[in-house]
């Protein structure tokens, strides 16, 4: 979860670096200590260190080819965008390490192998070498098979494990910094923006993808303050340290009570800020969506896929699609392969660049475009069939509570499929007469900004008048509303003036649209101006 941001680093690395550097003691690694340095993001490099300003680690030194090498702490750390600084295994009293460690890891200067992020990678080298603590001797057949897949082992090796397998042979339960080219003494971080960093991960999306990584930046912060807990910190930064946890702990707890209405939601984009700005009852909305069948069904019917009776009478011409080669692109698509890309597998040398090119997505295939043919006449597959919704939601006194419920999941349900299919979503929040709010869901509006929107409300009395007359007015106004279909929400308590349904009815007829009345009080109103009248 830690990026870049205006040049800034984001997360625990961030924050941790900064403690490290400023308040706890500096050490040098002694033979057999395990090294660490942070390349990128969530990415590290680690090592062990053999002596002699030495580090035994794998480097990369070909096409997916890796080979074990000495290297000085500025080559170890030059790669990594992060700084130069390096963690060294430790105890309370300071380095840790085992020369049995550092003999192993030596023994194995100069092997090469295939290099993985999966199998063979630094983390396995390195874990394995400390595994070596254990042993009695240090045996040149106590190395054999180093840099194998045991069967049992983590499929994906990971500096956690590494931490913890340091923990149990070296007794390593501290992480500190080897200042070894005083970078930290002659040029301190500066103290990070605290503030900053719990505003982003409260502006994060929640998703499956971003909670495990809050949850993980969660786990690794509580183990450091484990770790940093019989330390000389200033209460201050502890009470900071602190404050960033219950950040994530607040994210990853809102994240349990809203996932079930998240998921019924998919393709928006709502954060815990958002979230909690809006104050409402997520399992109770999330119900709604889920057991309300009218909702549903309403809401597929405001979507594409719903054919108006005009298109039922229509002679149907059974929807066809052909596919034709456009062009070449590179891909993985090996269905498509052109055959010259098969040459690489008949030379043993250059079957591992085919590979690569695979797993790069970088074959040369064959690239295929196709259109759909629909009711007679051929037309792009993406062209639209049906056009926006301008919603008009009553949020008089009579609607509050389960109405307005109703109202608020039958509105997140069609802005998802409305979202989806690339159409808008224009609502308006109505009153008395002349009381409106609007919002449009285009661009960066989404179904959050949406929920954000309808906490609004006015709370007195019922005027149909003037968000018809409105709505109206945004479809004849706006060339991209052609064909928009008008919902109005309300309990039902209110109508039209006779004077009034006659130019609604004409409007209609002229700009092809068809109104929606949708009742949210469980009970059928009279309606002299609606095409269909749903009661949810």
């Known amino acids: 979860m830690n990026i870049l941001k205006a040049g800034i680093l984001i997360g625990l690395k961030a924050l941790k670096y900064f403690v490290d550097s400023t308040f706890r003691d500096k050490v040098v690694p002694v033979p057999g200590s395990v090294l660490y340095c942070d390349l990128w993001v969530a990415v590290e490099h680690s090592g062990i260190y053999i002596g002699e300003n030495n580090i035994s680690n794998i480097e990369v030194v070909g096409l997916a080819e890796s080979t074990v090498s ?42 090469r192998a295939f290099y993985g992020l999966v199998i063979k990678n630094c983390h396995q080298f390195s874990t394995k070498c400390v595994n070596y603590a254990e042993r009695n001797d240090a045996d040149s057949s106590l190395f054999d098979g180093l840099l194998s897949v045991i069967p049992g082992e983590t499929w994906e090796p990971t500096l956690g494990i590494l931490k913890d397998t340091a923990r149990s042979q070296l007794g390593a339960t501290k992480w500190r910094l080897w200042d070894w080219d005083n970078e930290a003494q002659n040029n301190p971080p500066p103290e990070p923006d605290w503030q900053a960093q719990n505003d982003f991960f409260q502006n994060q999306p929640l998703n499956p993808e971003s909670i495990a990584k809050i949850r993980a930046e969660l786990s690794a912060t509580q183990a450091y303050e484990r770790e940093i807990a019989d330390e000389n910190i200033f209460e201050y930064i502890r009470q900071r340290l602190k404050t960033f946890r219950q950040t994530l702990t607040d994210i990853s707890q809102k994240y349990e009570e809203v996932k079930s209405f998240l998921a019924l939601c998919p393709g928006a984009s709502f954060s815990y800020g958002e979230l909690k700005a809006c104050g409402d009852d997520f399992a109770a909305l999330a119900n709604t969506l889920q ?34 080669v456009h062009g070449t692109h590179r891909s993985d698509d090996v269905m498509r392969m052109l055959p010259s890309e098969l040459l690489n597998l008949e030379d043993e040398t250059l079957e591992v660049l085919f590979y690569a090119r695979l797993l790069e997505k970088n074959l040369l295939t064959y690239e295929l475009q196709g259109v759909a043919l629909v009711n007679g006449e051929e ?27 109703k109202a608020k999941a039958l509105l997140l349900a069609i802005a998802n499929i409305l979202k989806q299919e690339d159409r808008s979503l224009h609502v308006v929040l109505f009153g008395a007469t002349g009381e409106i709010h609007e919002f449009s869901m285009v661009g960066q509006n989404n179904s959050a900004g949406l929920l954000k929107f309808l906490q609004q409300g006015f709370g007195g009395g019922t005027d149909f008048e003037t968000p018809l007359k409105h709505a109206f007015e945004i479809i004849a106004s706006q060339k991209d509303y052609k064909k928009a279909d008008v919902l109005m929400i309300s309990d039902g308590d209110c109508s039209l003036s006779p004077e009034f349904t006659k130019t609604l009815k004409t409007q209609k007829e002229i700009l092809n649209c068809m109104v929606y009345s949708v009742l949210c009080a469980d009970s059928r109103v009279a309606d002299t101006f609606s095409d269909e009248v749903v009661v949810l």
């Open 379 to 405: 037309t792009e597959t993406t062209k639209k069939r049906t056009g926006p919704v301008v919603a008009c939601l009553d949020t008089s006194g009579s609607m509050q509570g389960a109405p307005l419920l």
């Open 70 to 111: 000495r290297c000085s702490p500025q080559s170890f750390t030059s790669k990594s965008t992060l700084g130069r600084k390096i963690y060294v295994s430790c105890d309370r009293h300071g380095a840790v390490g085992h020369s049995v460690v550092a003999r192993g890891a030596d023994a194995h200067v100069g092997e």
């Open 291 to 324: 057991n309300n069948a009218k909702i549903k069904d309403l809401a597929r019917k405001m979507g594409r896929d719903y054919i108006s009776e005009e298109k039922k009478k229509q002679v149907k011409i059974p929807q066809a699609s052909k596919s034709e």
